[in-house]
């Protein structure tokens, strides 16, 4: 799998002068990214392309080839396989559309390409995908990406890696994280899935620098293979699946040719591999941070914290509501509660109101994670005057400290919660329902490790 994301050299068979053509944009990109390894171009007329040596074929390169990309038309697909398989390209990534998506020409062809993989020993990505981006060593063979357009993924690599079956999605993830403190390791488009499917991944990425493995999915190839990956799987795997009505199965089909799941059947077993389950799409990274930044909540007990009134009542129901737990305090915390400020409320939640003070923050969090009550925070402070962002800063080492976690949301308008976040570098969530279902799913994904370590141990 590796090879997929780190090769050594790279031919895209396609790629061209021609005006618009898609193969030239990724020739183009690893250009100006900088990549290191040896680029080629295969296209009719040989020539070379924005710093890619030309050749009229696969054959005509020189030495071996780690992978290659494919951009022409489906119809030409299988004999281009068959040529890297005799050339000796084991790698190869698909990613010119109208196959098994397209009609039953399209599946003849995909089928047809699949067996030559098999004769040849070849892994492939695709067909109809977007391909790879690892944005630690600067490789991205995306079609259509052009230079600028995601500096920020490659400026600053992360350690979440995606596993789609849409490219547009992908362009959804990787511009939403310029926004946020966490980023991208690597993503993968894999489309129709013929050979690597999802579950090749997850294997993948338990091994490599990942710290959360995300999955945007059309539907199962193999239902059973991916549970008893996901069961093997100490990272947190979080997935957001569509086609959880007909109607939506439907569309999945015309996309990726993704076949009708039973949504019921899915549900139980993400439960079962201990996999969370997500309820929307911008939670494939809204949610990440939870796990880069914070301990895990080991119990479903939790403290609010508020400087203002009406957002106590507001995240109390959200968290009653989301199957956890207000906590209750001892009257050893509210007497250390009322020895640091002059509170509206010692008791859950905990009202400030307007004090200044960055200790008198700290304190009071103090008392809260240090409480045997209390299994995890949700602080919800309005950020009205600088001194309660200093405060903020602080809490994350309040957090280790105790090794329980705070889902932090402001009370804001957007555009100063994303300010405040990116300069500050604070994982804050950006509403209230963000903040609780963050606690929520720290505390899902700690149950489930707690089972996978008990049937371990029955192994």
Partial sequence: ??????????????????????????????????????????????????????????????????????????????????????????????????????????????????????????????????????????????????????????????????????????????????????????????????????????????????????????????GRK?????????????????????????????????????????ESACRQAGIVRLKSISELYTLPKMFTSMPLMKGKRVAVFTNSGAFGGITADLIVESGLEMASFSEETKERLRSTAKLFNVSNPVDLGPTLGKQTFIEIWDAILSSDRVDGLLAVPNVWQKVVVEAICELGNICKKYDKPAAIYIPNAIDRILSIRTEYNLPVFESPEEATRALTVSYQHYRSLGRKEKEALAV
């Fill in 1 to 222: 799998m590796d090879r997929f994301f780190n090769p050594s050299s790279v031919v895209v068979i396609g790629s061209s002068n021609s005006p618009f053509n898609l193969g030239a944009s990724i020739s183009y990109a690893l250009s100006c990214l900088g990549y290191t390894g040896r680029m080629f171009a295969v296209n009719s007329k040989g020539e070379d392309v924005h710093g890619s040596r030309g050749f009229k074929s696969v054959f005509d390169i020189p030495g071996e080839v780690d992978l290659a990309i494919v951009l022409t038309p489906a119809r030409v697909v299988p004999a281009i396989v068959r040529e890297c398989g005799e050339k000796g390209i084991r790698h190869l990534i698909i990613e010119t559309a109208e196959f098994s998506e397209a009609g039953e020409e399209g599946k003849r062809l995909q089928e047809e390409i699949s067996e030559c993989a098999r004769e040849f020993g070849i892994r492939f990505l695709g067909p109809n995908c977007l391909g790879t981006i690892n944005a630690h060593n600067k490789f991205c063979c995306f079609f259509g990406i052009t230079p600028g357009m995601y500096d920020g993924v490659f400026d600053r690599p992360g350690s979440i890696s995606f596993i789609i079956q849409s490219g547009g999605i992908g362009a959804l993830i990787i511009d939403s994280f310029r926004k946020d403190i966490t980023n991208i390791n690597k993503v993968v488009s894999i489309g129709n899935k013929e050979d690597v499917d999802e579950s090749d991944l997850i294997e993948y990425f338990k091994g490599d620098n990942t710290e959360v493995i995300c999955l945007y999915l059309e539907s199962i190839k193999n």
């Fill in 226 to 266: 991916l549970l008893e990956t996901a069961k093997r799987t100490k990272k947190p795997v979080l997935i957001y699946k569509v086609g959880r009505t007909g109607e939506g199965s439907k569309a999945a089909m015309s996309h990726t040719a993704g076949m009708a799941n039973n949504d019921v059947i899915f």
